[in-house]
């Protein structure tokens, strides 16, 4: 009886080593580490030796058939995802592996030429989604002068009450532009895929329907990407009551685009247990008008060991996805 539970003890640890070498060093490695140990088991007996491989030799099959086949799948889902540094507003740029590019937001207007600039260095010459996720200026201000640059292939917007439409410039001068290249303003809810393709998927979160509100921002678009075992989780201006609405859904993320600039009525404690991220950005202005962000969100953050980058301490922030980790570089380290 202590002979099979000193197989079985023994049989744990080898267990224990060999996913201990698959996760933090390499699944060849860790295979290596389980057939050594079952050749260097110390026998008592001759009797008990085939049972006692036997029973090795499953130890071994188990792992190699539920966890080293499951897990060493090639991940796809490579993608590079930008926070541009575009002062008091939004601009995060996603690039994939298959050369499409999405735009989420073009900042002030006097940021247009800097995006512009931006998408040309990095040898983009086309725009699959241009998204605007909602219709104020510090986010659509430099829109106009991407679609006047490159082709766009649609336009994104999202579902809100016609009498929350802001009648500003920017607002105007966006429509002009999407006229000029004919192009139409594509309005979506949460629950739409946006775009599709090798490992990878970007939906929208919110708006969702039963969404009741005066303030324009709780209508944003609340996108999601998903690349390969990444995710990353964009939340615009939405305050409190937008995260309410959607904490229903999965909204687990590795890195979180903090709501609204680092607002107060953004970012709430229950909506940061939804989302345990691990990496925060905040898009923020040096010396902004409204001394963002809140040192409340920032105490917050803190609280729950999300490490955060902001645009006016890092400038660009850019995070590449290999599908599996996230590697980050900063334009000001």
Same mark, same amino acid.
């Given at each position: 009886m202590r002979e099979y539970r000193n197989l079985l003890f023994t049989a744990s640890v080898l267990c224990f080593i060999a996913a201990y070498g698959f996760f933090n060093t *390499?699944?060849?490695?860790? $295979?290596?580490?389980?057939?050594?140990?079952? +050749?260097?088991?110390?026998?008592?007996?001759r009797k008990n030796y085939g049972k006692e491989k036997g029973i090795l030799s499953a130890v071994l099959l188990s792992f190699y058939f539920f966890v080293y086949l499951p897990f060493s799948v090639p991940v796809s889902g490579e993608c590079t995802v930008t926070f541009l540094d575009v002062g008091q507003? =939004?601009? @995060?740029?996603?690039?994939?592996?298959?050369?499409?590019?999405? $735009?989420?937001?073009?900042?002030?207007? /006097?940021?247009?030429?800097?995006?512009?600039?931006f998408l040309q260095s990095r040898k983009i010459h086309r725009i699959d989604l241009l998204i605007?996720?909602? %219709?104020?200026?510090?986010?659509?201000?430099? %829109?106009?002068?991407?679609?006047?640059?490159?082709?766009v292939e649609r336009f994104i917007e999202p579902v809100y009450p016609s009498e929350l439409s802001p009648d500003t410039a920017a607002v105007r001068y966006l429509k002009q532009a999407l006229k000029k290249e004919n192009l139409t303003q594509e309005a979506v809810q949460g629950g739409r895929v946006l775009l599709e393709g090798?490992?990878?998927?970007?939906?929208? #979160?919110?708006?969702?329907?039963?969404?009741?509100?005066?303030?324009?921002? =709780?209508?944003? +678009?609340?996108?999601?990407?998903?690349?390969?075992? *990444?995710?990353?989780?964009? @939340?615009?201006?939405?305050?409190?009551l937008a995260e309410l609405e959607i904490l229903d859904q999965n909204l687990s993320a590795d890195v979180l685009k903090i709501g609204h600039h680092g607002s107060f009525g953004s970012t709430s404690t229950a909506f940061l247990n939804a989302?345990?991220?691990?990496?925060? #950005?905040?898009?923020?202005?040096?010396?902004?008008?409204?001394?963002?962000?809140?040192?409340?969100? +920032?105490?917050?953050?803190?609280?729950?060991?999300?490490? $955060?980058?902001?645009?006016? /301490?890092n400038g660009t922030v850019t995070m590449h996805s290999d599908g599996i980790s996230i590697t980050v570089q900063c334009e000001k380290p």
């Open positions: *390499n699944p060849g490695f860790s $295979v290596f580490l389980l057939i050594l140990g079952i +050749l260097l088991f110390p026998h008592r007996s507003g =939004d601009c @995060t740029i996603l690039e994939f592996m298959d050369g499409k590019t999405t $735009v989420i937001d073009g900042g002030l207007s /006097q940021y247009g030429t800097r995006i512009v600039s605007a996720t909602h %219709l104020h200026s510090d986010h659509i201000g430099g %829109l106009p002068d991407i679609l006047s640059c490159f082709p090798d490992g990878y998927l970007l939906e929208a #979160v919110s708006p969702v329907a039963s969404i009741d509100s005066l303030d324009l921002n =709780d209508y944003c +678009l609340i996108l999601k990407l998903t690349c390969g075992r *990444n995710v990353f989780l964009f @939340t615009a201006d939405a305050g409190y989302v345990s991220p691990k990496y925060g #950005v905040i898009s923020v202005g040096t010396d902004n008008d409204y001394e963002l962000p809140n040192p409340y969100v +920032l105490n917050r953050l803190q609280d729950y060991n999300v490490h $955060v980058f902001r645009t006016d /301490q």
